[in-house]
């Protein structure tokens, strides 16, 4: 009936959702957490729901994905299902932890208020910024309603183009964090400073995004682009300036511009390295005398999208793996039973296969099963292996042409900062030990979300920054890129750091 609505629970937290009757239950529960990466296709696994009470059919999906003992357990892909009758879910992938920045700046001793926005194709990340001294005075996390589509920059572009309406759910999730922030005080909120990758910045700003969606992956319309707090349907005062930062080619957004901008690099001496490493990955190199960047289509693998039992960060993801007197170790979060593996656990397992010999430099399983174990039941399959290969071969083969751009090698660099949640958990010996990363461990560093920080010192300065000038490089296009990309394929055959061998927790 047209206005009725069911009430959905999802445990553990006892969350309760209304959703209208015979709706699919992907668009309300992607807000809440659970992952659709094939963009609800149904194949995946990804969206998995476990139902508590209450009735939800299989559908043929199901029967496909899951065992008849999983069904009967009561294992359901939320992505196929509608919500026609109340519902007790389980569904404990459904909070994560989202990385802000807890620097504190200088302010520019004006009055009012200024928001900062870092809006990920996973993870938005917000604070309210007292503009005269520079102190956060709240923060505000939440995850991109946009999930729904896919974790894929490139399905969200698919989605747009198929008709959906992508511009609409984000703006209205950013509006309500910006409420939230600003609590009463809208009226001293005087500027909203938004940045992001290239997908985000034109979904948000209601672009065509079909350039995007195929080569050369450029768009016309990457500018800085100005709003209205009418506009866009935010109760704001109407002299606010909201503004989504500019974006610097391709698929390298406004986000690693902000990164450029915390990390220094457009006033350093010395060569610094920015990687940022999330749904998609991004590199810049350079310093005060001229920056190249680049995206590399690495897929969703270092958030172990893709991957049979992967999932994000969240509680009973393997997070870390070791080696300890010749037994592999892990941990889970949460301390309970491990139920798949998130990026950083993913990275820490092959390095250890590697150690022990267990995985070749090929990326093959020794002992030939096809199988590697993990923890209690998570294990890898060799396909999840070779989309790590993939991912890091992208990244690594990216890496290596903009260095040879610049006339420079891994030793020249001074800095190398990993930007991002993958970036601020992944072990760095572990990045080094697959190759992921050619350089010294010890000039690695994670330097946390540097998009946010970036937003803040933009919304901050009385002027636009000074940089040198920024070369963007479209690594589709470079002739050398696939043959650098399958000599980066293979993992490293010399000796891993015996570091692996000791506890990593």
Not at 425 to 441: H, R
């Amino acid at each position: 009936m047209i206005g009725e609505t069911v009430r959905i629970q999802l445990e553990p937290t006892s969350t309760v959702v209304e959703v209208p009757v015979g709706a699919q239950l992907a668009v309300s529960l992607a807000e809440f957490g659970v992952e659709f990466p094939c963009g609800g296709a149904g194949i995946c696994g990804g969206c998995r729901v476990r139902v508590l009470h209450g009735s939800l059919p299989a559908t043929e999906s199901d029967k496909g994905g899951f065992s008849p003992e999983e069904l009967a357990a009561g294992w359901r892909l939320a992505c196929q299902a509608l919500a026609l009758t109340p519902l007790v879910l389980e569904c404990s992938q459904w909070k994560m932890d989202v990385l802000v920045d807890d620097s504190r700046l200088a302010g520019r001793g004006k009055s009012g208020v200024g928001i900062a926005i870092d809006l990920g194709t996973t993870t938005i990340a917000a604070q309210i910024i007292d503009l005269a001294s520079g102190d956060v005075l709240g923060v505000e996390t939440a995850l991109n309603p946009q999930a729904q589509y896919g974790s894929e920059v490139m399905q969200r572009i698919q989605g747009a183009l198929s008709g959906a309406d992508l511009t609409g759910p984000i703006r209205l999730v950013l509006g309500q964090m910006v409420a939230k922030l600003a609590g009463g005080r809208e009226e001293e909120v005087r500027e909203v400073v938004l940045v992001g990758n290239t997908v985000m910045h034109h979904l948000f700003s209601g672009l065509d995004v079909e350039p995007l969606s195929r080569v050369p992956f450029q768009s016309c319309q990457d500018g800085v682009k100005c709003f209205q707090p009418r506009e866009i349907g935010w109760d704001l005062p109407p002299d606010c300036l909201i503004r989504f930062e500019s974006c610097l080619g391709g698929f390298v957004g406004s986000d690693i511009l902000a990164g450029i901008i915390a990390v220094g690099m457009g006033s350093s001496a010395d060569l610094i390295a920015l990687v940022d490493l999330g749904t998609n990955g991004e590199i810049a190199i350079g310093n005060r005398d001229g920056i190249v960047c680049a995206s590399a289509a690495a897929g969703p693998a270092f958030e172990a999208g893709a991957i049979h039992m992967g999932m994000r960060a969240t509680s009973g993801a393997v997070s870390r793996v070791w080696l300890s007197g010749g037994e592999t170790c892990s941990s889970v979060i949460g301390d309970v039973e491990a139920r798949g593996i998130c990026g950083s656990g993913l990275v820490d397992a092959i390095a250890v296969g590697l150690a022990d010999g267990r995985i070749l430099s090929s990326g093959r399983i020794a002992d030939g099963t096809k199988l590697f174990p993990v923890s209690g039941s998570v294990v890898l399959h060799q396909s999840d292996i070779r989309q790590l290969q993939l991912a890091k071969g992208a990244i690594a083969a990216g890496f290596r042409l903009l260095l040879n751009r610049l006339g420079a090698n891994s030793c020249d660099l001074k800095r190398i900062c990993l930007a991002g949640a993958f970036g601020n958990y992944v072990q760095v010996e572990s990045a080094v030990a697959i190759s992921l990363i050619e350089a010294p461990a010890g000039r690695i560093s994670a330097v946390g979300n540097t998009a946010l920080r970036g937003a803040k010192i933009m919304l901050l300065s009385e002027t636009e920054p000074v940089l040198p000038g920024i070369e963007h490089m479209s690594l589709a296009m470079n002739p050398e890129f696939q043959d650098q990309f399958a000599d980066c394929m293979r993992f490293p055959e010399h000796e891993i750091p015996l570091l692996l061998l000791r506890d990593l927790h």
